[in-house]
């Protein structure tokens, strides 16, 4: 007991205290940046993504914990433009902020209380001082949290998280992989219903559920453009016998200027030679899709979902996949606010470049070579037809390379291996995307997967510098 209250003691002192102690003797070397600092520079660029991660949260909790349809008809409107959304936040501002906070606030508290308590209980054993990393733990944790998850799976990840993922391996910068990642990732094995699906906004998944149907009853009824709250990388887990020209079929709804409209000339004509692409109405459109092109009637909805987010369609439109009009994890659906953090933490020199921009080209890369390999093959799946830049938009890819991946810790520290590590988060992230259809999004099993390689990396890279490409000792300047 005693130990655990000077631990409790000791951290409280140093959060709120600078060190004390100066060098009795030469080198009197003083650095303004310490491991306090690094870690509040760190939550300080966090907050845009908190910020915007109750707004967004609020927005959908007004919407979809009640049903009022006339305030739902007025943010499918407002959404159609970015212009529109922002005004529809500003005028109703105070009760979304309230509802957002109402679901963020009691998340990350739990988190800071019950880790903090697992914290300092290993630090007592050791009798040290609770480390500032567990304050960028705990915000990164709850950002990447969906909204609806009970109470007690975050306890029980947080706890079970930082055991398992940190404390076990000695504590702060022992462990091999993200804490925070460790913690989302056993909720995501153990409640897989809970971290995936279609219900990630308001505060009870089943309201949702039966709110979202009253709401297609009246204002989508007869029509396959229905309201889901399902994320945009659920969007694009499509089966892969759906094709790229069915997707095409189906964008004919709000556009002609289709990818593989030669095509489907040909295919209507086949069909029905006395209908013409430039005059379908939506019911032609759907007996064409389903009759003419084979698509079972269980995936016209989705599939139409996918063709608006393929064609750059409200509400799945570039402008809300990057400024977060869109259901997801607390932190992840905003990438501007994602963008803002970064650039606070590239100028402050605590992280580098030399991780983000290999994995973001990584994951532009793959992505266009599946989209090129496919491009003119009408019977490619539709997963495929996404263009490549979308990647980077969609789901935690951002988040994911900015906060976790440039963990000092768990990443390789030279800097041949920080460029391998990078590449293969980019690259892996978008091949599990893709092919994988039991996970709808890869950033955190591949940011994972390589901080498990990282020590390896280093080591090569290190044997590689000493060595040289001949076997000769390279003396040079610069980092490795």
Request: charged share 15%; with cysteine.
């Amino acid at each position: 007991m005693n130990s655990f209250l000077y631990s409790l003691l000791e951290t409280t002192k140093a959060f709120f205290y600078s060190p004390g102690t100066t060098s009795k003797k030469a080198p009197y070397v003083h650095d303004p940046i310490d491991i306090k600092r690094v870690m509040i520079i760190v939550v300080v660029a966090l907050l845009p993504a908190a910020f915007f991660a109750i707004i967004n949260s609020g927005v959908h909790a007004i919407l979809y914990d009640n049903v009022n349809i006339g305030l739902m008809e007025k943010y499918l409107t407002a959404s159609e433009s970015l212009k529109g959304y922002f005004s529809f936040v500003l005028q109703y501002f105070p009760t979304i902020f309230l509802a957002g906070l109402k679901l963020f606030l009691p998340q990350i508290l739990l988190i800071y209380l019950v880790g903090g308590v697992i914290e300092i209980f290993f630090a007592s054993l050791h009798r040290k001082t609770v480390s500032e990393g567990f304050l960028v733990t705990g915000i990164l944790f709850a950002l990447i949290l969906p909204p609806t998850l009970p109470y007690w799976m975050t306890i029980f990840g947080v706890s079970t998280g930082l055991i398992l993922g940190k404390e076990l391996f000695g504590g702060t910068g022992m462990n091999i992989f993200n804490p925070a990642l460790i913690c989302r990732c056993i909720l995501y094995f153990s409640f897989p219903s809970y971290m995936t699906g279609n219900v990630w906004v308001g505060e009870n998944s089943f309201n949702t559920t039966k709110n979202v149907a009253r709401y297609n009853n009246v204002l989508r009824k007869n029509s396959f453009d229905t309201i889901t709250t399902a994320t945009p990388l659920n969007i694009a887990e499509l089966p892969k016998t759906v094709t790229r020209l069915q997707i095409d079929a189906l964008a004919l709804t709000f556009t002609k200027e289709v990818r593989l409209k030669k095509e489907l000339s040909q295919k209507l004509t086949s069909y029905n030679a006395a209908l013409s692409l430039n005059t379908l109405t939506p019911e032609q459109i759907i007996d064409f899709t389903t009759k003419g092109l084979g698509l079972k009637t269980e995936q016209l909805e989705s599939a139409f979902h996918f063709a608006k987010l393929a064609y750059n369609i409200a509400p799945y439109n570039d402008a809300n996949l990057y400024f977060g009009n869109i259901p997801g994890s607390f932190g992840e659906t905003s990438k501007c606010a994602v963008h803002i953090g970064m650039i606070l933490l590239v100028l402050t020199g605590i992280i580098s470049l030399r991780i983000i921009f290999p994995a973001m080209l990584a994951a532009l890369f793959t992505a266009a070579c599946f989209y090129y390999a496919t491009i003119d093959n009408p019977s490619a799946p539709a997963a495929f037809a996404l263009l490549p830049y979308k990647q980077l938009i969609m789901g935690g890819l951002s988040f994911g390379i900015v906060f976790m991946a440039t963990d000092p810790v768990s990443a390789p520290t030279t800097k041949s291996a920080q460029i391998i590590y990078a590449t293969l988060i980019g690259a892996l992230t978008i091949i599990i995307r893709i092919i994988n259809p039991a996970f709808p999004e890869g950033v955190m099993l591949a940011i994972l997967f390589a901080n498990a390689f990282s020590p390896l990396l280093d080591r090569i890279a290190l044997r590689y510098r000493r060595r040289g490409i001949h076997g000769k000792v390279i003396i040079g300047k610069g980092g490795i």
